[in-house]
């Protein structure tokens, strides 16, 4: 059974910080890219950081640059997004997932490009 599962959101003040975790099971992790989207109500989904299969390649939207960071542990399975510096307008419910392709760095940066989703986990950030 394929699981994306994220894990780590919650309520936290505008400026705290929090730690998203994304652990891939019944699934190849190793040689896929990952990313981390992100829907607000009524929103689209849209792009919030991605990472190559081996770590080295990394990318973020501009909206997140400089305050989230994210990083893979392959031999767990797990892509993680740090979040720093916290804003109201943060606040989505976060999704991380595969990108359909292996070993494949993306021009693009849509959702369609990426095949496996996990649930989501929300994170509220207060003014």
């Known amino acids: 059974q394929v699981r994306l599962v994220e894990s780590g959101g919650g309520l936290v003040q505008a400026g705290g910080s929090l730690n998203l975790s994304c652990t891939a099971s019944?699934?190849?992790?190793?040689?896929?890219?990952m990313a981390w989207f992100r829907q607000a109500p009524g929103m689209e989904r849209d792009f919030v950081a991605r990472?190559?299969?081996?770590?080295?390649?990394?990318q973020y939207a501009d909206s997140v640059k400089g305050r989230f960071t994210i990083s893979r542990d392959n031999a767990k399975n797990t892509v993680y997004l740090q979040m720093t510096s916290l804003k109201p307008e943060d606040t989505a419910v976060y999704y991380c997932?595969?990108?359909?392709?292996?070993?494949?760095?993306?021009?693009?940066?849509?959702?369609?490009?990426?095949?496996?989703w996990g649930q989501g986990t929300q994170v509220t950030v207060s003014s």
């Open positions: 019944g699934l190849t992790f190793t040689t896929y890219s």
């Open positions: 990472i190559s299969a081996s770590g080295l390649n990394i």
């Open positions: 997932a595969r990108d359909k392709r292996s070993s494949l760095w993306r021009t693009s940066l849509q959702a369609s490009d990426y095949d496996y």
